[in-house]
């Protein structure tokens, strides 16, 4: 009787949180189907009729939205392409190759996990003033290479795969290169996957190098464009068109944890086991 009790609690409190959780999203949701005439000095007709898409049609239309999007989208995927390119090949060599200095450089890139983005923020800056490459897609997308976790975090898969693997490699003749492509790197898929969903998350939702070195509209990302939006046409564009711009930004964050939840939910199992 008393674990029936328990277990009637533990839902409740679970349903309580949930409804927490969804509640500023569906508000949310509700304001973007509101025309933005009906909104003015009332956000309470949100919660009902009639309900209207033509916020989400202006998002086509008008505004400059859909040109955010492709910009988080190219700066997203480059990002994780080459986080799991150069990530892969540190961890190869960290895990299975023997060479100089090979733990002392490896405490250099642990050293960068205690190092906080906006530490080097300014020289940052600085640097990227230098060679150009403000307002650009490389400027946008070289900072997120140097991903101190991403080592860190395939290194320490790398060294759980048996050594012997590579020895018998050897033997037939295989090249490093060769073991790396064809042997290792099949069997860091489920490392790989979580470490391209955390990198395309961040990369997603990092707003503070974008607001910094994009200063040209036409280079914001979804972050910097909506924040933009909110400062600058919330008055003239209505709650009811900046809300269905941000219901619009979250449907392909939505879609990417839709199609990885399996690898997420891994990562943050083993993250928290660890």
């Not at 955010?68 to 960290?94: P, R």
Request: net charge positive; with cysteine; glycine share 8%.
């Amino acid at each position: 009787m008393r674990a029936e009790r328990m277990g009637f609690v533990a839902w409740a409190l679970v349903l309580l949180g949930a409804a927490v959780m969804l509640a500023p999203l569906v508000w949310t949701l509700l304001l973007s189907l509101k025309h933005n005439a009906e909104l003015v000095g009332n956000s309470g007709a949100a919660l009902h009729g009639p309900y209207t898409l033509e916020n989400y049609a202006a998002i086509f239309g008008t505004s400059r939205t859909l040109r955010w999007l492709l910009n988080s989208a190219i700066v997203s995927l480059g990002t994780t392409g080459c986080v799991l390119v150069l990530c892969s090949l540190a961890g190869y060599g960290f895990a299975r190759l023997d060479f100089p200095f090979r733990r002392s450089l490896f405490v250099l890139v642990l050293l960068g996990l205690a190092i906080p983005s906006q530490a080097v923020i300014l020289p940052q800056h600085q640097l990227f003033a230098t060679l150009h490459l403000h307002n650009s897609y490389p400027g946008l997308i070289l900072p997120g290479l140097t991903t101190s976790f991403g080592v860190f975090f395939m290194t320490q898969y790398m060294r759980a795969i048996p050594l012997e693997l590579d020895e018998a490699a050897l033997l037939d003749g295989a090249s490093r290169l060769r073991i790396f492509w064809s042997v290792i790197l099949p069997l860091t898929v489920p490392a790989q996957s979580a470490l391209a969903v955390f990198t395309f998350l961040g990369s997603w939702n990092d707003y503070w190098w974008p607001l910094i070195s994009a200063t040209h509209s036409d280079m914001y990302t979804l972050t910097v464009g909506l924040a933009a939006a909110q400062m600058n046409y919330a008055q003239t564009s209505g709650l009811g068109f900046l809300m269905a711009q941000a219901v619009f930004a979250s449907i392909p964050i939505f879609i990417v944890y839709l199609i990885f939840q399996k690898q997420i939910i891994r990562a943050m199992a083993g993250a928290a086991l660890k």
